[in-house]
C-alpha cells in the first residue's frame, strides 16, 4: 500500500539522483572538444613546404595567429567549414619579402574569410575555392 511518509522520504533522494543525471547529460558536451580547439602548426603554404614556423591557437571562442613574422588575434565563428574571423588585428612588423611575406599574406587572406576542413590532425585552409592555402597539423599537447 502507498505509504505518502515513505513517498516523502524518497522524494530527495529522486530529486538528487535526477540532478547528477542532468550534471552528467550537461557535462557530456565539455568530454567531446571542437575538432579545432589545440595548437596548429603550419605544414605548408600554397603547396610549397612552410621555411619559417607559424601557428593558430584556437579556444573555444579566440583564435591566435604568429604567422612567423606577424602575430594577430580574434574572435571566430565556425559554422560548418565556414571560418569568419571577428575583429581580426595583426601586428605590422615589415617581413622582408620572400616567403616570409607570402606565408604572413596567406594567413591575413584567412582573416578575409576562410574554408578550414579538419581532418584528424590536419587543418587545411583554403580562401573557399577548395586549393589548399595553408596545411597546418596538431601540434603536441593539443
Do not use: H
Not at 594567413?107 to 575555392?129: C, I, K
Request: aromatic residues 6%; charged residues 15%.
Amino acid at each position: 500500500m502507498f505509504s505518502p511518509r515513505f513517498a516523502a522520504r524518497r522524494l530527495p533522494l529522486v530529486g538528487l539522483v535526477l540532478g547528477l543525471l542532468l550534471v552528467a547529460v550537461a557535462g557530456c558536451s565539455a568530454l567531446v572538444p571542437s575538432p579545432q580547439i589545440g595548437r596548429w602548426e603550419l605544414q605548408t603554404v600554397a603547396g610549397a613546404k612552410a621555411v619559417f614556423p607559424a601557428t593558430i591557437v584556437f579556444t573555444n571562442s579566440d583564435i591566435s595567429i604568429d604567422t612567423g613574422c606577424n602575430k594577430g588575434a580574434a574572435t571566430y565563428t565556425l559554422d560548418g567549414s565556414k571560418l569568419t574571423l571577428d575583429g581580426a588585428a595583426f601586428t605590422l612588423v615589415a617581413c622582408g619579402g620572400g616567403a616570409l611575406s607570402a606565408q604572413d599574406d596567406a594567413f591575413r587572406a584567412m582573416a578575409q574569410g576562410a574554408s578550414a576542413t579538419f581532418s584528424g590532425e590536419t587543418l587545411t585552409l583554403d580562401m573557399g575555392n577548395g586549393l589548399p592555402i595553408l596545411v597546418l597539423k596538431r601540434g603536441a599537447g593539443s
